[in-house]
């Protein structure tokens, strides 16, 4: 940091200024005395900080910042990450630039806009009819089925390729005759046919809950988009057409030879029919059929009947010849026989009766009430039992009709009704008579059933013929009337029709330029900003407080931005190193109040102004601090430890005068080497001759230096030691862990986080006792100390 000298007052004075100027020696500013009131020339100086300085224990901050090993990094916040790469703003700019600039004029330049050209097509659902409402017209089934295989002819190679056919206009578009190639097809040698090409530029989609399919096509020129498809419509309404009637020609073939066959089938099936009836006699066979049925079922009746008398003439005639042989009586007593019924002979009459007896019996004695199911069911049984042995006792009355009679025409008497003889006589005719008839009866059944089957063959026949028929004319019927409605509807409009005409935009069609300028724009940014941070995190510069290592933010007194003078219009450079100045005291006694709070109060204090580098600018701190010190009332002592630069030496032009060295040397605080300076309680021991290499300067290393620091701290309140930086040389090491405590002064741009790591380490191990740092700089603070300090001036 530029220190001012006494000839800023003469260079004051020479640019006409009469006020009074007291020069310090811890104000600079460089001498703009030939310059004109226009001009400004920006000088160096460390004004007023401007953010509150954190007061932390001066006991427990120093032990915890000395005992923690190795001093380690805070993770930083977004923020200061954001700021650290604006640092490198240029380097954002240029890259910015270079990648940008080139890349934007290859897009706008190499690719070449496309427009789109778009035509409808609509589907309709329902097929218009003109009289008739068949299959064919009506509703489309799975009309959403249908749409999509519309889509699918449409973009067919039958259909694309007519329109690649079409020599009028299609094979006369730029897209025919030149089509283009990717660099990728133009390195490989093998470019897309042009089907191909079509096939994939070329869009055919069904719009959403519509009947419209939209085409469209996009092509660097709007002419030839619309020309291919207004083609491909042309084409497709043309495919579908001649498809359409090829079908219906079809169908309407197979319809008129159907007629013609089934025509000539019915004309044989009817004459078949026709023979058939007359075989049989009538139309309805199965009337015919009914009445041969029902004769032969009551033929076969009576031959049942027939067989189950001559089995019971069997059976009587088999007891008469038994009972004749074993000489019993097989009648009972005459007054026995006229008591019982006439038929009791008869042994199923007998079956018949007593089976009737028994069901009275039971329906007597039963418990049930007569609407019971069980008490009707035995009525039924009970009228079933009379009605079979009445019809029993008249089977019987025709068997008697039968018995010989006399000539007078009534039956023959018989003597003695018990007479075997007679008896097996009777039964033996009626047997033989019985047999006889079901023999004839057994002919007849066997005429009737042969008759009964040929009939029902042939009526079967005749039946199969009649369905036949009248199948055929069923079908004949329909075919027919579907040749009628044919020849009706065909000439109804049909389902699919243009929509509208071929319609092109004169903007371009998904225009890429503006996606790949922006992606441009934004991939050099990025490629900015990532140099920017990639140089952001390699750079060991200090540029704010914040990018100081952790333990060093924590025992912050203070900031001492950096600012420049400048000299405004119709205003003098002393206005301006005034108001600067203001700033200045400011800000050091921010630093001042902070260093007291942790001095908490204590007696007399030594302190050693250090940094990790040379070039921080401690010993103006040093001054400025001590000064503001003064000002505060404390009798304060700055000694220039620095032998090696002196600074506070010859910044007070004490550069041939005894001090530190002397001292040391001669083992005693000779008030000759203590100079006074125009600030009242503020003194400054220089550093004295260097002799003998500085060898002498090695007795504070052995106890010298502690016995003349004792000797001081009786006279002064507070004693300020402007030392070397801690790296460079091993001094302010050395004199570290001999004073009470060390502040450490650094600067943005010119210390490296790595420095200051080392030089705490090296305090460490040395047994420095860090009270606080001081950052110069933080610009980021500008605007608030200008403000501050401008109001401040004025009010004072």
């Known amino acids: 940091m530029d220190n001012l000298e006494d000839k800023n007052e003469r260079n004051m004075n020479s640019a006409g200024e009469n006020r009074p100027f007291n020069p310090d020696p811890i104000v600079q500013a460089r001498d703009d005395s030939s310059k004109s009131n226009d001009g400004m020339q920006p ?9 509150p300085v954190s007061v932390v224990d001066a006991t427990l901050l120093p032990n915890q910042f000395m005992g923690m090993g190795s001093p380690r990094q805070a993770a930083p916040s977004a923020t200061d990450l954001l700021a650290s790469i604006l640092r490198f703003k240029w380097t ?42 068949t299959e064919d017209n009506g509703m489309i089934p799975l009309y959403s089925s249908f749409v999509n295989t519309q889509v699918a002819i449409i973009r067919s190679q039958t259909v694309l390729q007519r329109v690649l056919d079409r020599k009028e206009d299609v094979q006369n578009t730029q897209w025919f005759k030149k089509p283009q190639q990717s660099l990728v097809e133009r390195l490989r040698g093998n470019p897309t046919t042009r089907m191909e090409s079509l096939m994939g530029t070329l869009s055919v989609r069904p719009r959403a809950r519509t009947e419209i399919i939209d085409i469209s096509f996009i092509d660097p020129s709007i002419k030839d988009a619309k020309v291919i498809v207004d083609a491909v419509l042309e084409e497709y309404i043309k ?46 066979p199965q009337e015919l059929i009914s009445s ?37 009586a097989a009648v009972a007593p005459a007054d026995s026989i006229e008591k019982q019924s006439k038929y009791y002979e008869d042994a199923e009459w007998r079956r018949l009766d007593a089976n009737m007896r028994i069901i009275r019996h039971n329906i007597d004695t039963s418990l049930l009430t007569p609407k019971h199911p069980d008490a009707a ?42 007479d075997p003889n007679y008896v097996k006589g009777v039964i033996e005719y009626q047997l033989a008579r019985a047999k006889y008839e079901k023999q004839l009866l057994s002919d007849q059944y066997d005429n009737q059933l042969k008759e009964f089957r040929e009939l029902s063959t042939t009526a079967q026949s005749l039946e199969k013929q009649n369905n036949a028929l009248r199948d055929k004319r069923e079908l004949f019927n329909a075919v027919r009337q579907r040749l009628e409605q044919k020849n009706m509807e065909r000439n109804a409009p049909g389902s699919i029709t243009r929509s509208r005409w071929v319609f092109a935009s004169t903007r371009p069609s998904n225009d890429r330029r503006i996606v790949f300028t922006a992606m441009s724009l934004v991939m050099a940014f990025g490629l900015g900003g990532g140099l920017a941070f990639l140089r952001a995190s390699r750079n060991q510069a200090i540029y704010s407080s914040r990018d100081m ?21 119709g205003k003098s450079l002393y206005d301006e190193i005034t108001r600067t100045r203001s700033h200045l005291i400011e800000s050091v006694r921010i630093v001042r109040t902070a260093l007291l709070s942790r001095l908490n109060g204590q007696g007399s204090t030594t302190l050693l102004i250090t940094s990790a580098n040379a070039g921080t600018g401690k010993s103006a701190f040093t001054m400025m601090l001590g000064k503001s010190l003064a000002q505060a009332g404390k009798k304060v ?61 090695e007795q504070t290393a052995n106890g010298a230096f502690k016995a003349f620091i004792s000797q001081l701290r009786k006279q002064y309140n507070i004693i300020l030691l402007d030392s070397p930086p801690i790296l460079p040389v091993a001094d302010a090491t050395i004199l570290a862990g001999q004073v009470d405590g060390t502040i450490i002064v650094e600067r943005e741009i010119v210390s490296r986080r790595a420095s200051i790591i080392d030089a705490l380490a090296r305090l460490d191990s040395a047994g ?29």
């Open 292 to 328: 041969k049925r029902l004769r032969l079922d009551e033929t076969q009746a009576h031959l049942s009947d027939l067989q189950q008398r001559i089995a019971v003439l069997e059976w009587e005639a088999k007891r008469v010849t038994t009972n004749d042989s074993n000489n019993v």
């Open 768 to 796: 420095g006792r860090v009270l606080g740092t001081v950052f110069v700089g933080s610009s980021d603070n500008e605007k608030y100390g200008y403000g501050y300090g401008y109001n401040y001036s004025k009010t004072k």
């Open 637 to 697: 002592l700055m000694i220039d430890s620095d032998i090696h630069k002196m600074s506070l030496t010859k910044q007070f032009e004490l550069s041939d005068k005894s001090g530190l060295m002397e001292s040391l040397s001669g083992g005693s605080t000779d008030k000759r080497y203590v100079f006074p300076t125009e600030t009242p309680g503020l003194s400054i021991m220089p550093a004295g001759k260097k002799g003998d290499d500085g060898a002498v300067f």
């Open 92 to 133: 954002i700019l240029i890259v910015f630039i270079l990648v940008a600039a080139p890349a934007i004029a290859a897009i706008w330049t190499q690719i070449v806009p496309k427009y789109q050209a778009r035509g409808e097509v609509r589907v309709r659902p329902i097929i218009q009819q003109l009289v008739f409402r």
């Open 239 to 284: 495919y579908i057409r001649e498809t359409s009637n090829e079908d219906d020609d079809k169908i309407y073939l197979q319809l008129n030879e159907q007629f013609r066959n089934l025509q000539k089938q019915i004309q044989g099936q009817e004459t078949t029919a026709s023979e058939l009836s007359k075989k049989l006699g009538t139309e309805t």
């Open 549 to 569: 290592p952790y333990p060093m933010q924590a025992p912050l007194l203070g900031y001492i931005p950096v600012t420049r003078i400048r000299k405004s219009r």
């Open 377 to 418: 069911r035995a009525q039924k049984d009970l009228a079933f039992a009379e009605e079979s042995l009445k019809l029993r006792e008249t089977q019987l009355d025709e068997q008697w009709r039968d018995l010989p009679k006399n000539a007078a025409g009534a039956p023959i008497k018989i003597a003695d009704a018990s």
């Open 43 to 51: 000088t160096e100086i460390m004004p007023i900080s401007k953010e």
